[in-house]
């Protein structure tokens, strides 16, 4: 799979794009997401391109005369490659490849491209090695390489086997591999997931650049990786905050994208537990940017694809320092009137809004209780301490009594499996 240096001068790129329905809808310059993708891959963008397709065209999926305009704007501004904003077939990928004479990537192929450069830990790489394996297998018939580097010198090539067959046989294998690697990954998350059970956890998730990372890093206080660029964060970053005498967690997930490749989706369902395993979404949105509410539906609809679609979520409207006009604010709050603002950059001022509506959620969820532990139980005594409030605590007759105010399922979780487990049942009615 081809990729663009960028340990090289920027390459120039020229943007082609059809002009559908959703574009009106979004309301964007042409080709403005796909220029930021561009841009975060290392291109210098010369040039966009956008043509009303009333069919597809099965050689050159726009038609050979729109392909030699093209060729020709190309030629006259001297680019290197040709990024065209819709997935294109084997066949047509290789036509336009010959027809211009320079590198030719599709939307799928770009966005797989800068997942490959954020990629930091073993799993995110394994993660995109999968989605770019997948990818390329049905585009082998037109890709005369060898693949050495995939290959390793395993020597499986059998006698009259066509090196297009070693190739495929050979890709095949590495993503049977990969899928068992991330397979192992994913029990390991749902370990570590199960023993955060008791505490709160909340999912950041929001379209890309929405600010999540930048949201976490303030709440925690951590050093949080934080960039102005799409996909910036690949990997699950989960801190631990305190709120309101609360401990929660939080973590940052990847970021979502209108037409995310389904392979993507479903390469990163291990990093993507995080969300499916959350008691609480925060769907951060970046209020500054005029068609939030278009990419709130993306990201509600990724999340109905990964199977969080029911998981109960908070809207947060982020970057409200960069909103110049307040009334744009009221409007997102009539329209949103359960959402919540916040401000990543302005200190704490910026996140007591959010931080007050945090604390209103868990202490709507929270119960009463009083329980009698044996003397022995400080363990179990301490965790009433650590994660709920004790509002009272005495011993009478060698029995700790206390009071306590905690969510009713954390409390559930502390004595599940004791002596206490009836006794908690009892109280809680």
Known sequence: MNMIDVQQAPQKAVLFGTDRPENDL?????????????????????????QRVRRIDPVTYIGRGKAEEIKEIIQDEEADLAIFDDELSPSQARNLKALFDVQVLDRTELILDIFARHARTTEARLQVELAQLEYLLPRLKNMWVHLSRIRGGIGLRGPGETQLETDRRLIQKQITLLKRKLRKIESRHRVRLAGRQGIPTFALVGYTNAGKSSLLRALSGSDVLVRDQLFSTL???????????????????????????????????????????????????????????????????????????????????????????????????????????????????????????????????????????????????????????????????????????????LAQQLVKNTPYENQLRGALK
């Open 26 to 50: 979004w309301g964007e310059l042409p080709l403005e997401e796909l220029g930021r993708l561009a841009e975060t891959a290392g291109a210098q963008v010369i040039d966009r391109v956008v």
């Open 235 to 409: 990997d699950t970053t989960t801190r631990k905050v305190e709120i309101d005498s609360h401990e929660l967690l939080f973590s940052d997930t990847v970021g979502f994208i209108s037409r995310l490749p389904h392979r993507l989706v479903a390469s990163f369902k291990a990093t993507l537990e995080e969300v499916v395993g959350a008691d609480r979404l925060l769907l951060v949105v970046d209020v500054s940017n005029p068609h939030y509410a278009e990419r709130i539906r993306v990201v509600e609809n990724v999340l109905s694809e990964i199977g969080a679609g029911k998981i109960e979520r908070t809207l947060v409207f982020n970057k409200t320092d960069l909103v110049t006009d307040r009334q744009l604010l009221f409007r997102a709050a009539d329209s949103y009137p359960d959402a919540t603002f916040s401000s990543a950059v302005d200190g704490p001022k910026g996140l007591k809004h959010l931080k007050a509506h945090l604390s209103g959620l868990i202490e709507a969820g929270e119960s009463e209780f009083s329980i009698r532990l044996e003397p022995r139980e400080g363990r179990l005594a301490a965790a009433f301490h650590r994660l709920g409030r004790v509002l009272e605590h005495r011993v009478e007759e060698g029995v700790l009594l206390m009071r306590v105010r905690m969510p009713r399922p």
